[in-house]
């Protein structure tokens, strides 16, 4: 055998982008022979982030660049880096997104494009983006909107960015794709050939990894080491690697083999080489399907439908046909097909060649149909298929792209040649058990059945008899799987009968033309939209503010130069920290044992609660076992790696206590955090008295995740001096983070600098949490001496933060018939978790709020924050409101559905006019609640959209559609609270402003960059106010160095406090120039300030903004809680389908009173963003929780947040005409939290079209829907013959999976 140790890792591919040269990244590299391309680039490259590390999130995007053997071309492809082991990139090239433009050289008008289009705002994710669509044109120079749309399935999140429904691509633009775009650098063709005869070996600490040149030298290899894995893509074995801590001493990679890539079209069927990638699997299918008769084709089309909606592009380019078949994951979609379609898998090992039959026997891991330990695939047969052939594929998903099925499903029928006597049938599912299965037995005895509706019964019952699904299967949603097994089966009988229909028309009935809706799926189509916003004419040219001026940082966005935490160059010294955390809900700790982690190479020391010098947490978190996921102690080391593993071999052993879950226990247990809120107005006993009816409901709201692209990161930095200390995080609170480091070091504020450039997302999930991670890594520099950075990984950061607060309502309502609410008494609980965090300030906001847009002349509203052993829920935008906000619409829904008037009628009638006051007796002026809510009557054409929805759903009886509009009066800024301990609460704040001697200007202030915009707008304050062009101002950090004691950066009011700020210290600034400015009025910018500098004036100015009292005395019920009141109206309408519960968003118009915007692209896209995180709250979004307390869903491949596929096709945003807001700064509104209530307009679209369908069918039209609205509920509450069927568990006879703790 040719073998041959290769030089440093590093040299062994080159790359486009340069690597640069971090001490750690080599460190890294030498001790993981076999770690992946992230690793890699985290320290020396900053454009390629790393989000997840498991394939989900899109952020690490990078191409691809490799020379096929077989095509003999250079073919490119997308590629996310976590999963792409180095060893795997002999001979490739790697382009990063260095390496397609930056601000140095040239950007890229793919770079530019999605800058200047708004397409960025916190710009983790943004790279990615750049590099998906940089793939994309390197392969297709002309792509079709549908390319774009697709190329972006990869799992970038549309709640933080901006590529929206605006309908244009920015490549259409003056400019197109520009001839610039860089080609490969270096002779691969050249390089590939030189290498094929040489096999490869690469030997790492702990792996050995073998890439051979021929399928002989494989097969010896295979019977060498029969255990081997035999990795092309790695997004199975890498997976279990990563996530399963499964170790493979020897690793065998057959890529260069091309026996392997073969594509032969036989006279049986194509011939496809295992290691064909799936994308180029598709590709092939989609050239037989337009070249080969149709009849011949039915399972590449099957196949087809299924890659459409499997994973994103960059997962289907590295995954391969033959590692697909092997791992077998049970909701794997392609392996049904295959089965059903009768492939042949052809073997070839050291004792020859054989086939054997990819039957659902092999799918189970049947032994004796199983490939053999030294046997590799080398190619698969799939059949044409036949004219009597029917085939069929389904899945569902809880997001239509990128996600796992849930169930997915292949079926086939084989008629009696021009009959419909069936001859034999094949229905397989996956998402049922542990491996796919198979209908088997149900099949036979169809056998010989005709076609047609008794079959189809027998048939469902066949299924459900013989397929089990246990009542406590891991993925719970049983009676939903249950359902889609015939739901599948049901849309297969149809399929078919259409099928023979088209075949013999004369033969067969019409389908009837109701139940054609149950054919076909939703597509996903690039979303339109339309902006629409005012500019003051009356304005200056050179005046900034009002217009959409791109983000500061949007061009380094898309470059990958914007640095966030992680990116910031390694420190000499610097250690890496990893936590031991509790695995246990509620336990008394018995020991902690250190000893073994301790002889882990590279671990430095472990830091316990006794190395905190000073005090340890506030007093609301004490470091004691009430959840999973609560840090214990901490493990120091040279490298990430070393720490982690470090922190595994920490033994905890616990004494387990009883712990609390759900808010219901609590209730029980009399569990809470803080006393009962509550506000009252009129009288309640009288309303209830005098209404015509009463009704009574419950609702339950799930928790959400932040999901913000950058985990939780922090880096200290001791300087080695008077215990001062550089901290550097991605937190929203700059002083907090300040002030718990002193204390827990027991030290000055003013020896510690807090240190923020921008963060990568944070939602109010970086409120409070950065700071504990700021004092553990602290405490660990003061121990060590060092620097130490701790970066949270993905799912950690998910276990740990904790979410929006779970909600659950009770409601009393009295009303008229005529659809007047006279009373309504209301009960709130939240689960708060572990510790109080900013749980009260979340409960009073669900009780202050909880009017929403109506006046209730009787209301009591109480709220209480319940304690159980969760993760400790914190703040998410929109503090509640959201989920006070959907109960409220969903008990004036409830008064509709009573009424049977239209719902749009009786939120009409109650609304609030003109001026008027909350229950806690604040006055405000509905008047633009008004305006909203007609302006978008008209622009949604609401009336004549629900007329057609209703047309529609009398033709479809499978597929109904559904409409609603929802008012929205949301506030900004916070009452006294957590944060303001005072009897008042002011949302103070501080800039700092200096002018330099040659006239440029530096901002500085307390506000935090979260992707929100609050710099670019504080750019376009400062050019205002001192009348210089933005081109002068510079905003470099928010630092606690120059604005000391700075507020949270939250609330929708971070721009406005901090602008009012700015714009005092540039009017200070400016009045001090006025005389100089009077002397030479014709002069310049840079004479002015030499002339000032001349005459000893301070180009130095701090402004203040005192803040907007607000204050709420609950004793009383009353106070003036918030500065101002933002309303908004959105319209959505979607269809459902009632059998798989699977929805598209159609459209959705937004009426927003925004006021005067400072810059209307950054509030648009916040409104957008908002939405769009809505629609994931109200939706789609779940968080899992097992019944002892442990969350489950802890990374993109079990918590789906929506894609670009959730975007409603068609998305319009007006701002309100004519309207001011005289309170904040250039009458402008905060529009940060606003747009997430509105996406609760989809929530109620979809319950709309629910209620058409149970009108339909008689059901009771009252029926409960809870958040959020998944696929699951819509097709369980769409209830018919098939639900009815299914068989049921009886609660409390089984243990379930996961349990409600909402
Ligand atoms: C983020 C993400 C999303 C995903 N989404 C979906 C989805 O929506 N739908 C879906 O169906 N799947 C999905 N998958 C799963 C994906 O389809 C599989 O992981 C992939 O097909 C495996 O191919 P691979 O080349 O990466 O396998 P590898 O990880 O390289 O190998 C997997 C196994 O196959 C064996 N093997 C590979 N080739 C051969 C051969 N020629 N002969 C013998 N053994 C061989 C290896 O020994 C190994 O045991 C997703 C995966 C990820 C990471
Ligand atoms: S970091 Fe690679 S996909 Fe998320």
Same mark, same amino acid.
């Given at each position: 055998m040719n073998t041959e140790n290769c030089p440093?890792?590093?040299?062994t591919s080159q790359m486009t982008g340069d690597l640069g040269g971090g001490n750690a990244n080599k460190r890294e590299m030498e001790n993981q022979a076999?770690?992946?391309l992230t690793t890699s680039f985290a320290v020396?490259?900053?454009?390629?982030?790393?989000?997840?590390?498991?394939?989900?999130?899109?952020?690490?995007t990078v191409m691809i660049s490799t020379y096929d053997p077989v095509s003999k071309k250079i073919l490119h492809y997308p590629a996310n880096s976590c999963l792409l082991?180095?060893?795997?990139?002999?001979g490739t090239a790697v382009t990063t997104v260095e390496g397609v433009g930056s601000t140095k050289t040239r950007i890229h008008p793919i770079q530019e494009r999605l800058a200047k289009c708004h397409g960025?705002?916190?710009?983790?994710c943004t790279p990615g983006m750049v590099m998906s669509m940089y793939a994309l044109l390197r392969n &297709?120079?002309?792509?079709?909107m549908e390319q774009i749309t697709a190329a972006l399935?990869?799992?970038?999140?549309p709640t933080c960015c901006q590529?929206?429904?605006?309908?244009?691509?920015?490549?259409?633009?003056?400019?197109?794709?520009?001839?610039?775009?860089?080609?490969?650098?270096?002779?691969l063709q050249r390089m590939a050939q030189e290498q094929q005869g040489r096999t490869l070996v690469f030997q790492g600490e702990r792996t050995m990894w073998i890439s051979p040149a021929s399928l002989r030298e494989l097969l010896e290899l295979k019977t060498k080491y029969p255990k081997a894995p035999v990795v092309v893509g790695n997004t199975s074995v890498g997976l279990d690697m990563k996530i399963g801590g499964v170790h493979h001493p020897v690793i065998l990679h057959p890529?260069?083999?091309?026996e392997l890539r073969i594509v032969n079209n036989t006279n049986n069927g194509l011939v496809i080489g295992a290691a064909c990638r799936l994308a180029q699997l598709r590709d092939i299918l989609m050239k037989a399907v337009s070249g080969l008769p149709e009849e011949k084709t039915k399972i590449f089309c099957a196949l087809l439908q299924q890659l459409r909606t499997l994973a994103g592009e960059q997962i289907r380019s590295l995954a391969s046909l033959g590692g697909h078949i092997v791992s077998?994951?049970?909701?794997?979609?392609?392996n049904p097909v295959l089965a059903v379609g009768n492939s042949v898998l052809n073997l070839t090992s050291t004792d020859g060649k054989r086939q054997i039959p990819l039957t659902d026997d092999f799918l189970s891991g049947c032994k004796n149909a199983d490939i053999k330990p030294n046997e590799i695939i080398v190619s698969v047969l799939i059949p044409y298929s036949k004219k009597d052939d029917f085939v069929s594929a389904f899945r569902q998903a809880?997001?239509?792209?990128n996600a796992l099925s849930i169930v997915n499903s292949a079926m086939r029928v084989l008629f009696k040649p021009g009959t419909n006597v069936i001859m034999d049938l094949n229905i397989l599912y996956g998402g049922i058990g542990s491996t796919t299965v198979s209908a088997r037995k149900s099949c036979q005895k169809l056998?010989?059945?005709?076609?047609n509706e008794h079959m189809l019964g027998e048939a469902c019952r066949l299924v459900l008899g013989e397929i089990f699904l246990s009542?406590?299967?891991?993925?719970?949603k049983v009676e939903y799987r249950r359902a889609l097994l015939v739901s599948f089966l049901f849309k297969f009988y149809l399929q078919v009968l259409h099928g023979l229909k088209i075949l013999d028309p004369s033969k067969y009935p019409d389908l009837p033309k109701k139940y054609m809706s149950a054919l076909g799926n939703f597509e996903c189509r690039p979303p339109q939209g339309r902006q629409v916003y005012q500019v003051?004419?009356? %304005?200056?040219?050179?005046?900034?503010?009002?217009h959409p001026i791109m983000h500061q940082s949007g061009v380094k966005h898309a470059t990958g130069e914007a640095v966030y935490c992680d990116d910031m160059h390694p420190i000499d010294g610097e250690l890496s920290l990893a936590v031991v955390k509790s695995s246990k809900a509620h336990a008394k700790i018995v020991s902690i044992d250190a000893s073994e982690a301790f002889?882990?190479?590279?671990v430095v020391d472990v830091v316990t609660?006794?190395?905190?010098?000073?005090?340890?947490?506030?007093k609301n978190e004490k470091?004691?076992?009430?959840?999973?996921?609560?840090?214990i102690c901490a493990v120091v080391a040279e490298s990430d790696i070393q720490a982690k593993r470090g922190a595994e071999k920490v033994k905890i052993q616990y004494e387990e206590l009883e712990p609390i879950l759900t808010i219901e226990d609590a209730i029980k247990h009399n569990s809470y955090i803080g006393k009962e809120k509550k506000v009252e107005k009129g009288n309640i006993e009288k309303g209830f008295n005098s209404a015509d009816e009463i009704i009574e409901g419950e609702m339950h709201i799930g928790g959400q995740e932040h999901?913000?692209?950058?985990p939780n990161s922090v880096l200290v930095v001791p300087?080695?001096?008077?215990?001062e200390m550089d901290v550097y995080s991605s937190t929203q609170y700059s002083s907090n983070v300040q002030e718990l480091v002193a204390s827990a070091l027991d030290i000055?504020?003013?020896k510690i600098m807090c240190h923020i450039k921008?963060?990568?997302?944070?939602?109010?999930?970086?409120?409070?949490?950065p700071s504990y991670f700021a004092v553990i890594a602290a405490v660990a520099a003061n121990k060590t001496g060092r620097p130490v950075r701790f970066i949270l990984e993905r799912h950690d950061d998910m276990l740990i933060v904790g979410n929006r607060h779970p909600f659950f309502g009770k409601y009393k309502v009295g009303f008229m018939?005529?659809?007047?609410?006279v009373a309504a008494d209301i009960q709130a609980y939240i689960?708060?978790?572990?510790?109080p965090d900013e749980s009260e300030m979340v409960i009073e906001f669900i009780v202050l709020k909880m009017d929403n847009a109506y006046k209730i002349p009787n209301f009591r509203v109480r709220g209480r924050a319940c304690k159980t052993h969760l993760p400790s829920n914190t703040a998410f935008r929109g503090f509640g409101f959201p989920q006070s906000g959907l109960f409220a619409e969903t008990w004036v829904t409830a008064v509709a559905t009573q009424t049977g008037l239209p719902p749009e009628q009786v939120r009409d009638m109650n609304m609030y006019e003109g001026l008027n006051v909350t229950p806690f007796k604040e006055q405000f002026d509905a008047t633009n609640l008004r305006k909203c809510w007609t302006e978008c009557l008209e622009k949604s054409e609401y009336y004549s959209r629900k007329t057609a929805a209703e047309e529609f759903n009398k033709q479809n009886y499978w597929k109904k559609k559904g409409i609603a509009i929802i008012p929205m009066k949301f506030t900004a800024g916070f009452n006294k609270t957590f944060y303001h301990q005072g009897q008042w609460t002011k949302h103070q704040a501080a800039a700092l402003v200096h002018i330099y001697k040659d006239g440029s200007v530096l901002v500085t202030h307390?506000?935090?960059?979260?992707? %929100?915009?609050i710099h670019t707008k504080m750019l376009q304050v400062a050019s205002r106010e001192?009348?210089?062009?933005?081109?002068y101002i510079h905003l470099c950090e928010t630092s606690t160095t120059t604005v000391p004691n700075a507020l949270i950066t939250?609330?929708?009011?971070g721009s406005e406090t901090n602008g009012k700020a700015v714009q005092d210290a540039c009017q200070i600034l400016r009045k001090r120039l006025e005389p100089i400015i009077q002397k030479?009025?014709?002069?310049?910018w840079e004479d002015w300030i030499k002339e000032a500098f001349q005459e000893s004036i301070s180009l130095s100015a701090t402004g203040y903004f005192k803040g907007y009292v607000t204050y709420m005395n609950w004793e009383k019920e009353?106070? &003036?809680?918030?500065?101002y009141f933002i309303f908004g109206v959105a319209c959505s309408e979607v269809e459902i389908?009632?059998?798989?519960?699977d929805h598209q968003n159609i459209r959705t118009d937004i009426v927003m009173?925004?006021?005067?915007?400072?810059n209307p692209a950054v509030d648009i896209g916040q409104i957008e963003g908002g939405f769009i995180q809505g629609v994931g709250l109200f939706t789609m979004e779940e968080i899992k929780v097992s019944p002892?307390?442990? %969350?489950?869903?802890?990374g993109p491949d079990t918590y789906k947040i929506p894609a670009v596929?959730?975007?409603?096709e068609q998305f319009n945003v007006y701002f309100l005409p004519n309207t001011r807001n005289p309170i904040a700064i250039y009458s402008s509104k905060g529009m940060?939290?606003?747009?997430?209530?509105?996406?609760?307009s989809v929530f109620f679209a979809i319950r709309d079209a629910i209620a058409s369908v149970r009108k339909e069918r008689g059901l009771p039209e009252n029926f409960t829907l809870n958040s959020p609205l998944t696929t699951e509920q819509i097709r369980m509450v769409c209830a018919d013959d098939f639900t009815e069927m299914i068989p049921r568990d009886k609660p409390g006879t089984y243990k379930p999976w996961d349990i409600e703790v909402a």
């Amino acid at each position: 055998m040719n073998t041959e140790n290769c030089p440093p890792l590093l040299n062994t591919s080159q790359m486009t982008g340069d690597l640069g040269g971090g001490n750690a990244n080599k460190r890294e590299m030498e001790n993981q022979a076999f770690s992946s391309l992230t690793t890699s680039f985290a320290v020396c490259l900053t454009g390629t982030k790393k989000g997840c590390g498991i394939g989900g999130c899109g952020a690490c995007t990078v191409m691809i660049s490799t020379y096929d053997p077989v095509s003999k071309k250079i073919l490119h492809y997308p590629a996310n880096s976590c999963l792409l082991p180095i060893c795997s990139l002999h001979g490739t090239a790697v382009t990063t997104v260095e390496g397609v433009g930056s601000t140095k050289t040239r950007i890229h008008p793919i770079q530019e494009r999605l800058a200047k289009c708004h397409g960025s705002q916190c710009g983790f994710c943004t790279p990615g983006m750049v590099m998906s669509m940089y793939a994309l044109l390197r392969n &297709h120079p002309e792509p079709s909107m549908e390319q774009i749309t697709a190329a972006l399935d990869g799992g970038f999140e549309p709640t933080c960015c901006q590529l929206r429904g605006t309908g244009q691509c920015c490549l259409d633009q003056e400019g197109g794709v520009s001839s610039s775009t860089k080609s490969v650098l270096f002779p691969l063709q050249r390089m590939a050939q030189e290498q094929q005869g040489r096999t490869l070996v690469f030997q790492g600490e702990r792996t050995m990894w073998i890439s051979p040149a021929s399928l002989r030298e494989l097969l010896e290899l295979k019977t060498k080491y029969p255990k081997a894995p035999v990795v092309v893509g790695n997004t199975s074995v890498g997976l279990d690697m990563k996530i399963g801590g499964v170790h493979h001493p020897v690793i065998l990679h057959p890529d260069r083999i091309s026996e392997l890539r073969i594509v032969n079209n036989t006279n049986n069927g194509l011939v496809i080489g295992a290691a064909c990638r799936l994308a180029q699997l598709r590709d092939i299918l989609m050239k037989a399907v337009s070249g080969l008769p149709e009849e011949k084709t039915k399972i590449f089309c099957a196949l087809l439908q299924q890659l459409r909606t499997l994973a994103g592009e960059q997962i289907r380019s590295l995954a391969s046909l033959g590692g697909h078949i092997v791992s077998r994951g049970s909701t794997w979609d392609l392996n049904p097909v295959l089965a059903v379609g009768n492939s042949v898998l052809n073997l070839t090992s050291t004792d020859g060649k054989r086939q054997i039959p990819l039957t659902d026997d092999f799918l189970s891991g049947c032994k004796n149909a199983d490939i053999k330990p030294n046997e590799i695939i080398v190619s698969v047969l799939i059949p044409y298929s036949k004219k009597d052939d029917f085939v069929s594929a389904f899945r569902q998903a809880e997001r239509r792209k990128n996600a796992l099925s849930i169930v997915n499903s292949a079926m086939r029928v084989l008629f009696k040649p021009g009959t419909n006597v069936i001859m034999d049938l094949n229905i397989l599912y996956g998402g049922i058990g542990s491996t796919t299965v198979s209908a088997r037995k149900s099949c036979q005895k169809l056998v010989g059945r005709q076609w047609n509706e008794h079959m189809l019964g027998e048939a469902c019952r066949l299924v459900l008899g013989e397929i089990f699904l246990s009542p406590s299967a891991p993925g719970g949603k049983v009676e939903y799987r249950r359902a889609l097994l015939v739901s599948f089966l049901f849309k297969f009988y149809l399929q078919v009968l259409h099928g023979l229909k088209i075949l013999d028309p004369s033969k067969y009935p019409d389908l009837p033309k109701k139940y054609m809706s149950a054919l076909g799926n939703f597509e996903c189509r690039p979303p339109q939209g339309r902006q629409v916003y005012q500019v003051n004419p009356e %304005q200056p040219p050179q005046d900034p503010v009002g217009h959409p001026i791109m983000h500061q940082s949007g061009v380094k966005h898309a470059t990958g130069e914007a640095v966030y935490c992680d990116d910031m160059h390694p420190i000499d010294g610097e250690l890496s920290l990893a936590v031991v955390k509790s695995s246990k809900a509620h336990a008394k700790i018995v020991s902690i044992d250190a000893s073994e982690a301790f002889k882990v190479p590279g671990v430095v020391d472990v830091v316990t609660a006794s190395d905190v010098p000073g005090e340890n947490g506030t007093k609301n978190e004490k470091a004691f076992v009430i959840c999973v996921g609560q840090i214990i102690c901490a493990v120091v080391a040279e490298s990430d790696i070393q720490a982690k593993r470090g922190a595994e071999k920490v033994k905890i052993q616990y004494e387990e206590l009883e712990p609390i879950l759900t808010i219901e226990d609590a209730i029980k247990h009399n569990s809470y955090i803080g006393k009962e809120k509550k506000v009252e107005k009129g009288n309640i006993e009288k309303g209830f008295n005098s209404a015509d009816e009463i009704i009574e409901g419950e609702m339950h709201i799930g928790g959400q995740e932040h999901f913000y692209l950058e985990p939780n990161s922090v880096l200290v930095v001791p300087r080695g001096e008077d215990n001062e200390m550089d901290v550097y995080s991605s937190t929203q609170y700059s002083s907090n983070v300040q002030e718990l480091v002193a204390s827990a070091l027991d030290i000055q504020s003013n020896k510690i600098m807090c240190h923020i450039k921008r963060v990568g997302g944070a939602f109010g999930g970086k409120i409070t949490k950065p700071s504990y991670f700021a004092v553990i890594a602290a405490v660990a520099a003061n121990k060590t001496g060092r620097p130490v950075r701790f970066i949270l990984e993905r799912h950690d950061d998910m276990l740990i933060v904790g979410n929006r607060h779970p909600f659950f309502g009770k409601y009393k309502v009295g009303f008229m018939n005529d659809g007047r609410i006279v009373a309504a008494d209301i009960q709130a609980y939240i689960n708060a978790g572990c510790t109080p965090d900013e749980s009260e300030m979340v409960i009073e906001f669900i009780v202050l709020k909880m009017d929403n847009a109506y006046k209730i002349p009787n209301f009591r509203v109480r709220g209480r924050a319940c304690k159980t052993h969760l993760p400790s829920n914190t703040a998410f935008r929109g503090f509640g409101f959201p989920q006070s906000g959907l109960f409220a619409e969903t008990w004036v829904t409830a008064v509709a559905t009573q009424t049977g008037l239209p719902p749009e009628q009786v939120r009409d009638m109650n609304m609030y006019e003109g001026l008027n006051v909350t229950p806690f007796k604040e006055q405000f002026d509905a008047t633009n609640l008004r305006k909203c809510w007609t302006e978008c009557l008209e622009k949604s054409e609401y009336y004549s959209r629900k007329t057609a929805a209703e047309e529609f759903n009398k033709q479809n009886y499978w597929k109904k559609k559904g409409i609603a509009i929802i008012p929205m009066k949301f506030t900004a800024g916070f009452n006294k609270t957590f944060y303001h301990q005072g009897q008042w609460t002011k949302h103070q704040a501080a800039a700092l402003v200096h002018i330099y001697k040659d006239g440029s200007v530096l901002v500085t202030h307390g506000g935090v960059e979260l992707g %929100q915009g609050i710099h670019t707008k504080m750019l376009q304050v400062a050019s205002r106010e001192l009348k210089v062009p933005l081109s002068y101002i510079h905003l470099c950090e928010t630092s606690t160095t120059t604005v000391p004691n700075a507020l949270i950066t939250a609330g929708s009011v971070g721009s406005e406090t901090n602008g009012k700020a700015v714009q005092d210290a540039c009017q200070i600034l400016r009045k001090r120039l006025e005389p100089i400015i009077q002397k030479n009025p014709e002069g310049k910018w840079e004479d002015w300030i030499k002339e000032a500098f001349q005459e000893s004036i301070s180009l130095s100015a701090t402004g203040y903004f005192k803040g907007y009292v607000t204050y709420m005395n609950w004793e009383k019920e009353e106070g &003036h809680a918030f500065p101002y009141f933002i309303f908004g109206v959105a319209c959505s309408e979607v269809e459902i389908d009632c059998l798989t519960g699977d929805h598209q968003n159609i459209r959705t118009d937004i009426v927003m009173d925004a006021c005067f915007s400072i810059n209307p692209a950054v509030d648009i896209g916040q409104i957008e963003g908002g939405f769009i995180q809505g629609v994931g709250l109200f939706t789609m979004e779940e968080i899992k929780v097992s019944p002892e307390g442990k %969350q489950y869903t802890l990374g993109p491949d079990t918590y789906k947040i929506p894609a670009v596929c959730d975007i409603p096709e068609q998305f319009n945003v007006y701002f309100l005409p004519n309207t001011r807001n005289p309170i904040a700064i250039y009458s402008s509104k905060g529009m940060g939290e606003a747009g997430v209530f509105l996406g609760s307009s989809v929530f109620f679209a979809i319950r709309d079209a629910i209620a058409s369908v149970r009108k339909e069918r008689g059901l009771p039209e009252n029926f409960t829907l809870n958040s959020p609205l998944t696929t699951e509920q819509i097709r369980m509450v769409c209830a018919d013959d098939f639900t009815e069927m299914i068989p049921r568990d009886k609660p409390g006879t089984y243990k379930p999976w996961d349990i409600e703790v909402a």
